[in-house]
Each structure stands twice: as C-alpha cells, then as structure tokens.
C-alpha cells in the first residue's frame, strides 16, 4: 500500500512539473498586452488615456483580453458570421456601427448565451427589455434569440439613451447599468459623461472593456491572436425562408417537409424553443430553413 501510494505521488508530481512547463511555455510563446495607446475613438467620441486612472482601467482589460485565450479566440472566429447580420441593421437604425462591439462583451458572441440573471441572446436582453421593445419571449417563441430581431431591440434602446444623454459613451453605459442608473448618478455626481462617474466595478470596467474590444478586433494581432478571415466562422444564409401563420403541430415533421432536420431547423432559427409552434394569436412568423 506504500509503495502504491508513493508511485501516486512520484506521478502527480511529474504531471504538476509537466502542467507548470506547459503553461510556461504557453505564456513564453503569447507575446505581452499591447500597450495602452494615446487614445481609441469610438463612435465619434475620443477617449483619451492620458489620465493615470483612465490609463490603469484600460491596461486592465487589454491585459485580460490578451490571456483570457479561449473566449477571445472563440469570439474573433465568430465575429465574421455575426458582424455579418448585425452591421447592416445598425447603419439601417442610424447606431454607430462601433456598437457591435458591445455585443461581444455582452455574450463573447454566443447566440445561445443565459445569464444568471435571465439575459438571453447575442445582446443578453433581459425579457422585460425585450417585451418593451417588441419582442415575444415565452416558451415557444423567445425572439431574444433571433439575431435580426434581438438587434433591431438593442438598436431601439441605444437610440432612446443616445436622446437622452447626447453622447453614445453613456448610451453603451446605460446598457449596464440602466437609463436610470446613469441619469442619478450623473445628476447626484454632476458630470456630463459616464466617464466621469463612480459606479459599480462592472459598469466602471464596461466602457473600457468596449473599447478594449474594438481594439482587438480591428487588430488581433496586436494582442497575439494569428487568426484570418479564412479561420473565421462563415455566416451560410439560409436555403430559403417560409413565412407561417398558423400552428405547427411537429417542428420535426416540418423540417422533412422542408429538405432538412429537426436538430439543424432549430440551429438555424434559435428563436423556436418548443418542438411545436401553437401560434394561438396568428402571428406571421419567417422561419429560416437550412
């Protein structure tokens, strides 16, 4: 029995020596957080970070997307196929196109992403949120998670704070925070810009997070990341789309009618979240087929 254990031992050893050069290895090979530039535009407005707290806050998240690998990777390889959809709907919707960015740091690009807290979708709308600006959520149809849509909802919120606070800095704070939130806050603290403000960790970590964001993606590189656009993840549009306005008693049965299956019927339009659509209210539903 000692010596059994005395083996186990000498082997978790050399795994732990094996593990430790690997990760060694790995951060020799990663190159260091680019450095913190003089400054980063963002939808019109100049950030600058010549300021020694602006300067630290965006140093913290470049270094974390630089070493935070797998999310980062899994973002800029997504990024092709979602950009895709959302870019035309934000020029459409008069939102700078710089916005998409923040929907990377909202789900790292995951159109299946739940918060904790109900966020659903590639925007983490919650369903209230959602409800207020269009959109159906209950336990078939949840359109939280149709791209298109989810966008057009976001769009709709950027614009109603951009009204109200007349700069997009705050308009993207806003989206933590909450319209209310920001507005107390920049009349208790009497500043102009959320910039400006103390706020919670997270939302004083979300501007420069976006920025950080936009940074990474109009240049991986620069934080490591050797991926092209022929690495990316293509955005395939669908087959065809077939417009219901009745029920759908089988999704299953529906997709063989239409050349495919339940489980890619269901990849392609996320939105559907029952194996039926009772659609008791007639609605006109777009369902993309694969």
Known sequence: MKKLFLTFIVTLAAFSLSYAQALYEEAEAHPAAP?????????????????????????????????????????????QRYFTIVEPILREQGVPEDFKYLMTIESNLDPKALSSAGAAGLWQIMKSTGQ?????????????????????????????????????????????AGQNGIARRLESQRQDTALELWMPEETMRYIFRLLAAKMLFEDPSAFGFDIGREDMYPYIPPRKIVTVSGPIPSLVDFAEEHGTTYKLLKEANLWLRSDKLTNKSGRTYSIAIP
Request: charged share 30%.
């Open 35 to 79: 450095s913190v530039p003089a400054y980063v535009v963002f939808a019109g407005d100049t950030v600058r970070f010549d300021r020694p707290d602006f300067y630290e806050r965006m140093d913290r998240e470049l270094i974390s997307f630089t070493y935070m690998h797998t999310n980062t990777t899994l973002m800029l390889k997504r990024s």
């Open 132 to 176: 207020s600006h269009g959109l159906e959520a209950n336990s078939e149809v949840d359109e939280r998670y149709n791209v298109e849509k989810e966008t057009v909802a976001a769009c709709e919120y950027f614009k109603e704070a951009y009204g109200k606070f007349g700069d997009w800095i705050t308009a993207a704070a806003s989206y933590n």
